[in-house]
């Protein structure tokens, strides 16, 4: 993620240094052209004038907490921490810092060089000077920022997914399709359908009452659970990671992994446009 944001960051020109944990993947970042214009650290402390420090570790809530509260008295209050957190609760990631009105989230949504959204989430602690100053620079790249009213586990963009994701599983698993038929179902109906009206719009056009009808009968019967289901337990002790390891629900053993992505940011890019056109905007 960091990476990826580097590229965004670079593309709206704003000056960038980074730094990346492993070594190796430091190296192949200094050697890629894309990123000439980095200054690339090894250690946070080399870099202390900055307006934005933004956080893309690894999803670990002591290893985010331990990161904020160790660099927070090396930086000027000034500088705003951001955290590309995807489901912790920002008031825990700022538990143990000590001014913890400058940590705000911004969870940019993967692939972030791509992807418009970006969830503000702020703490009850966050000043509102570091509130609107994240909003400021998110508008002023270009990027769409949504200001959440209240900081909520998951925010609202992985909450919708989760639940999505929570009932796709449990079909497969209940042997009511197959992962690739759940896949063509998701995309050629609600997900060419959401890029264009969002969920709640869509059931104003349909009919609040037609759909009060539907959910009384079919919420009975979605699934619930508050744990990970047993069809997704298997594949992570199977070590069946997805396109990491080459197995998940799907076989990649024999995809060209990069070709492939590159080809679905291809069509990422093209929705992204049609969207912005509909709505009047400039998408470039």
């Known amino acids: ?95 143990n810092v000590k001014h913890k009105n400058r940590v705000i989230g911004t969870h940019f949504f993967s692939p972030a060089h791509i992807t418009p959204l970006v969830e503000v989430v702020p703490s009850a602690f966050t000043e509102s000077h570091h509130i609107q100053k994240t909003m400021n620079f998110l508008q002023s790249i270009n990027k769409k920022p949504v200001l959440l009213k209240k900081e909520i586990q998951g925010f609202v963009a992985n909450r919708l997914q989760s639940a999505l994701s929570r009932e796709a599983m449990s079909l497969v698993q209940n042997g009511i399709v197959s992962s690739e038929e759940l896949d063509f179902i998701a995309k050629w109906s609600l997900g060419i359908r959401l890029a264009n009206t969002g969920p709640l719009e869509q059931r104003d056009i349909n009919g609040l009452d037609t759909h009060m009808a539907i959910v009384k009968y079919v919420y009975p019967t979605l699934e619930n659970g508050t744990e990970p289901l047993p069809v997704h337990e298997d594949l992570i002790v199977n070590r069946k990671l997805g396109m990491k390891t080459n197995e998940g629900f799907y076989d990649w ?20 446009r049609a969207v912005s056109a509909q709505d009047g905007e400039v998408d470039d």
């Open 253 to 272: 053993s024999t995809i060209d992994k990069k070709q492939y992505l590159a080809h679905k940011e291809d069509v990422l890019l093209n929705i992204i």
């Open 1 to 95: 993620m960091g990476a990826a944001l580097t590229k965004y960051f670079l593309k709206a020109q704003v000056k960038v240094s980074l730094l990346e944990e492993f070594a190796s993947r430091r190296m192949e970042l200094m050697a890629d052209k894309t990123f000439q214009e980095v200054q690339f650290l090894e250690t946070i402390e080399e870099c202390n004038e900055v307006d934005f420090i933004i956080e893309a570790i690894t999803e670990n809530l002591q290893a985010k907490q331990q990161l904020f509260e160790r660099i927070d008295d090396y930086f000027p209050t000034s500088t705003t921490f951001c955290t590309n957190t995807s489901s912790y609760l920002i008031s825990s990631i700022a538990e």
